[in-house]
């Protein structure tokens, strides 16, 4: 799998910041959950590489 990976095909100019709506997904995913399994416990595991930049949370 590791020798499938290739260069991002939309690089992040130097002077900006990648966007990264992570509010927006952690939003989705507790939606999907609570609608999915009600009346049970659930996680949610966010695996970020960075700061939140665009939506909810910036």
Known sequence: MLD?????QWPVQ???RAARCTGVALSAAAGLLGACVQGTGARIIALVGGPC????GT
């Open 4 to 8: 499938e990976l290739q260069r991002d």
């Open 14 to 16: 130097p002077s900006n």
């Open 53 to 56: 930049t665009e939506g909810p």
